[in-house]
């Protein structure tokens, strides 16, 4: 069965991609390595929504951040994910640093972004109270916000599901061979023939562009580190606050996030290998040192993780999107680091309607509006808790103590049209094991429930896919392994 | 023969050495009282410990915890796993109630530690 | 349907482990019929259900039971006086005010209004995430107690090949039970010089099974995508830092850490009531009332303990201590004399202690604290200002296991307004 368009790709992009295709009468299937969409690097990142003043103009980056940055909140709510304008803030601590903040914001008006500001030390402190008191001046950024990025693709997704695509999950794209009958794709799960091929494979998209066009590209994995906060009725800090740009790229910054924990990081070193995200030691101490600069009384008490995630950096500087070259029908979002949350919307559109157009695609009379999302239990009052029971006595068991999500959500959670099939699934979409204890209370009790709802036994259920189970086995099936066991 | 065990009496945990000649301790050095002197004889030729673990129970999800009702000796211990492991019960179980008896010819039952109903 | 209930209770206590059956218990004895225990699990008896082990009881009972024998005493005992148990049901919100809101499954939404509160809600372990520990995030990795649960509630074994962080009981007891249960446990690291557990748990979980126990040692790094796939040990300096070059890899599917316990106060701090930074708990006066009256916390949500019979004894007081305040019984007192921690004591509980104006009110006062390293043959002396009240020579001390005196009623009446410092004196 030959399929029209297929999306290599369920991180930000490939979803976004995916929910403004389905805008149009198409057959679309959107494909993706791991067990769920979500799982690169969409996963593990600031989170931050750019005004784009960072991005050089003329750039794509700097065209899709500005568009993207202003489509954000009308999209976000538009599909229910969460999205906090909260402003950020570049620190300058030197004459020089103050220089470079009169460009970004000469650079920024010329990108187009409003709301950009330089102001003094009084009025920093004033806002930002915990700041390093030896900071001299910061460029405000007003339409700087913030959101929880893999909630957010999960939303795209759904409803990108609901209105036709189709999602194969555990599906690697290993090879793509352009044919007179259409681009074969040569996956782990078998042949995929396909019209219209989109690339928007995050990390692996260099070695999927290269398949097809004789003009190559250079994907260097670029890692970040990140240490994350207990969440807080006040955090630290209400904006994001940056220090001033280098060549590697924005710097360590100190965030809210839109659940209220605190975020430092990211650190930027280019790896071999585009799948390591692992955290290590070096790079957690940089982060600890350099965010001391923004915030010197930070102690790491209550940190509750740390994690890393990846970046697609493409040597060339800049995001590739579009018509890929020397491959009709074929369609791409390459090097997509920073600004690629904040550009998502844009690049979403821009690649459906080219797409739309070059087929020809006739665009639906109605769309079916995204699956409304309940209220999170732990944001209600008392009489709406009470009326979320009577709905549905499920909210009336907390599985998650941390984070007070409930047994009802964490059933919703798998039910979605994108449902959680992992551990980490259900965490990222309703947060149980998001909090301070990590999952150990939450862990057996989401477990058993997933358990249920797939159908499978306990030993079943994995943490992110694939080989990750949590049990190994039952106790009667284990035999001690060998008599060196006692003196 | 010599033998050495830290004593498990106290936090000092002293370093205990016992010279065994056959069955009986003839010499115990290390030992900073006579609770551990005890203990010293005791290890060096009869060592006994307590053995917990659960049982699966059919129908229920919570598996029965049990014990030894008394400490076996040391060796035995893989074998009276094993003996848990191929234990057959039925609910209503009480605290104490036998699940095996006499568990290995060591003359000591295992028993429940829990009330099952 | 059931609508939102607004439930008058003269002694509500948040947890139906050990510590809040104690107070339980002790609140009906002495004469208070409205009170109700909430428990967020589906039974009685918090974590005492998953300690299969022996080793409880010593103290309290003169037997050494298992934690489920332990519990299913105070379970009994709550059973014949009639306490009212709600279990299946989380506290969601407390305020000062002492109004708790509840959630459960039978009964919806409750709002309790209570006249005084026994905060009994134990602790949580630190997870990885907590001490930065680098490498991949894999399955795998459990906190002791989580994997406890697992194979003690539920029969899953969490994995074949175990490495184990941290050498506190928790971490020992766990080693013991995953190698009866067919594992191979590689090593126990334990960063500190000394290891936290009872020598007991080292002999006949370490010892008994061949396992090292590597002390001054440390888990650096975690590898393996999927799952957990190897670990890599290094000894540690002085100053805790991990020796570069000292680094062995431990191919394992799993890490279980057992590497400290915090106080669950969330609660606790929805009340605003006055935190100690040492303990993680509240403050609390010798019986045990927090900072704001009527509200009293006992057990593990207060400070850490080792012996699970001290917290039933603390809790105890704890809940008679709550009743007698419902009840208008409680003693008027003439002062509040703080108790600090001084050379070599860490975290003492309680940190002050109630003087009465009526000497027969008073009663023995059981201070605890732990030692900041391991001492022989120290004195451990209680002064009022500077002069000595109270003096005990120890043999041994150890930060593992929690350290206590008794002051007597009459020493306490007698102290001076200049306050306490319990220190160790070598």
């Known amino acids: 069965m030959k399929r029209n368009i297929v999306i290599i790709g369920g991180g930000v992009i490939g979803c976004a991609t995916a929910r403004e295709l389905s805008a149009f009468e198409a057959d679309v299937l959107l494909v993706e390595r791991a067990a769920d969409v979500s799982e690169g690097s969409s996963k593990a990142n600031s989170g931050l929504v750019h005004a784009g003043y960072d991005a050089v103009p003329g750039s794509q980056k700097a065209r899709f951040n500005v568009q993207g940055s202003r489509m954000f909140e009308a999209m976000c709510k538009e599909v229910n994910a969460p999205y906090v304008r909260n402003g950020a803030m570049v620190l300058a601590f030197d004459e020089q640093q103050i220089e470079t903040l009169r460009e970004l914001k000469e650079q920024g008006e010329k990108n187009g972004v409003d709301g950009l500001e330089i102001i003094g030390r009084e009025q920093v402190l004033a806002l930002e109270e915990h700041t390093n008191p030896e900071v001299l001046a910061a460029l405000l950024v007003k339409s700087g916000a913030i959101t929880a990025p893999y909630e957010l693709t999960y939303a795209l997704a759904d409803h990108a599901k609901v209105n036709g695509v189709d999602f194969q999950m555990n599906t690697e794209v290993r090879r793509i061979e352009k044919t007179e009958r259409g681009f074969v794709l040569h996956t782990s799960r078998g042949d995929i023939l396909t019209d219209c091929v989109v690339n928007c494979a995050g990390i692996g998209s260099g070695e999927l562009h290269n398949q097809l066009s004789p003009r190559k590209v250079k994907i260097i994995p670029r890692k970040g580190e990140y240490y994350l906060f207990d969440h807080e009725i006040k955090p630290m800090f209400a904006h994001t606050m940056f220090q001033t740009p280098t060549k590697m790229g924005k710097g360590v910054l100190v965030t809210p996030t839109v659940h209220r924990n605190i975020m430092l990081g990211p650190t930027a070193k280019d790896v071999q290998d585009g799948m390591d995200v692992s955290t290590t030691k070096e790079a957690l101490q940089m982060v600890r040192e350099k965010s ?168 079943q259920v994995t943490k992110s896919g694939g080989e990750s189970r949590v049990l190994i086995g039952r106790i009667e099936d284990e035999k001690p392994e060998g008599d060196d066991r006692h003196a | 023969m010599e033998k050495t065990f830290t004593c498990i009496n106290c936090p000092i945990g002293c370093q205990l050495t016992a010279e065994v000649d056959g069955d009986q301790v003839t010499k115990v050095q290390g030992a900073g009282c006579n609770r551990g002197v005890a203990y010293a004889k005791q290890e060096a030729l009869h060592p006994t410990r307590m053995v917990t673990a659960v049982v699966n129970v059919p129908e229920c999800e919570l598996p029965l915890s049990v014990k030894t009702a008394a400490p076996i000796p040391k060796e035995k211990i893989f074998d009276c796993m094993k003996a848990i492991e191929a234990a057959q019960v039925k609910t209503p179980v009480h605290i104490g109630d036998v699940v095996c008896k006499d568990v290995c010819g060591t003359g000591i039952d295992v028993v429940s530690t829990r009330e099952l109903p | 349907m059931t609508g939102m209930r607004e439930i008058d209770v003269d002694v509500l206590i948040i947890g139906a482990g050990p510590a809040g059956s104690a107070a339980a218990i002790a609140a009906k004895e002495e004469g208070i019929d409205n009170l109700l225990v909430l428990d967020r699990e589906a039974e009685i008896g918090g974590i005492l259900k998953q300690c299969i082990h022996n080793g409880f009881g010593l103290h309290r009972f003169h037997e050494e039971l298992t934690g489920p024998e332990y519990a299913q005493r105070d379970i009994d005992r709550m059973a014949e006086l009639n306490i009212p148990v709600q279990c299946s049901t989380m506290v969601i919100d407390i305020d000062p005010g002492k109004r708790a ?86 090593a126990c690291a334990e960063l500190m010089p ?233």
Request: hydrophobic share 40%; charged share 25%.
């Open chain 1, 292 to 459: 001391t600069l923004t915030w010197p009384k930070e102690n790491l008490k209550t940190v509750i993780t740390t994690f890393a995630g990846i970046r697609a950096h493409e040597a060339g500087g800049d995001f590739i999107v579009g018509a890929v070259e020397g491959a009709k029908g074929a369609y791409e979002a390459v090097g997509i680091e920073s600004p690629g949350l904040s550009s998502a919307p844009a690049i979403g559109l821009y690649l459906a309607e080219m797409i739309a157009d070059n087929f020809e695609l006739k665009k639906k009379k109605k769309r079916i509006p995204a699956p409304t999302r309940s209220k999170p239990f732990s944001e209600m009052t008392n009489e709406e808790r009470l009326e979320a029971y009577q709905r549905d006595p499920a909210y009336g068991t907390v599985v998650c103590r941390c984070e007070q999500v409930t047994e009802a959500e964490v059933r919703a959670a798998i039910h979605r049209p994108v449902g959680a099939t992992t551990v980490d699934g259900v965490k990222r979409r309703i947060r149980a094991g998001m909090g301070r204890c990590q999952g150990g209370f939450c862990s057996p009790r989401v477990m058993e429930i997933l358990s249920e709802e797939l159908g499978v036994d306990l030993m």
């Open chain 3, 101 to 186: 809101t509840a959630i459960s499954r039978e009964h919806g939404v409750q709002v309790f209004h209570a006249k005084a509160v026994v905060l009994a809600m134990g602790c949580r372990e630190r997870p990885r995430g907590a001490l930065a520990i680098p490498g991949t995030r894999p399955a795998g990795i459990f906190s002791a107690g989580t994997a406890q649960k697992f194979v003690n509630m539920h029969s899953y074994m969490p994995g074949k090949r175990v490495v184990i962080l941290g050498s506190g009981d928790i971490g020992l007891i766990m080693a013991r039970r995953m190698t009866l249960q067919g594992a191979k446990v590689l």
């Open chain 3, 194 to 426: 000394y290891s936290s557990g009872l020598n007991r748990n080292i002999v006949q979980c370490l010892h008994d099974y061949n396992i090292p126990l590597l002390l001054s040692h440390t888990v650096v790094d975690i590898r393996g995508r999927e799952r957990v796939e190897g670990v890599t040990i290094a000894k540690v300096d002085q100053k805790l830092q991990p020796i570069p070059g000292t680094e062995t890899d431990y191919p394992c599917d799993t890490l279980l850490l057992s590497v400290g316990l915090i106080p669950e106060n969330e609660l606790t701090k929805q009340m605003r009531v006055e935190m100690s930074a040492v303990t993680q708990g509240a403050v609390v006066d010798d019986t045990l009332q927090t900072s704001a009256e009527g509200v009293f916390a006992c057990g593990n949500v207060l400070h850490v303990h080792d012996l699970v019979d001290f917290v039933s004894e603390e809790s105890a007081k704890a809940g008679k201590a709550a009743a007698d305040y419902v009840l208008g019984k409680r003693g008027a007192v003439q002062a509040m004399l703080p108790v600090k921690d001084g050379d070599g004591v860490c975290g003492v509980v309680p940190q002050r202690i109630r003087q009465y104006r009526d000497a027969a009110q008073a009663t023995d006062v059981r201070v605890m604290f732990r030692p900041d390293r391991v001492y022989q043959n120290v004195t451990v002396q209680v002064l009022d200002g500077t002069v000595p009240v109270r003096s005990v020579k120890k043999r041994i001390m150890a930060p593992g296991e929690m350290a206590e005196l008794v002051l007597t009623a009459k020493t306490v009446q007698g102290l001076s307004a200049d306050g306490l410092t319990v220190r160790i004196v070598p």
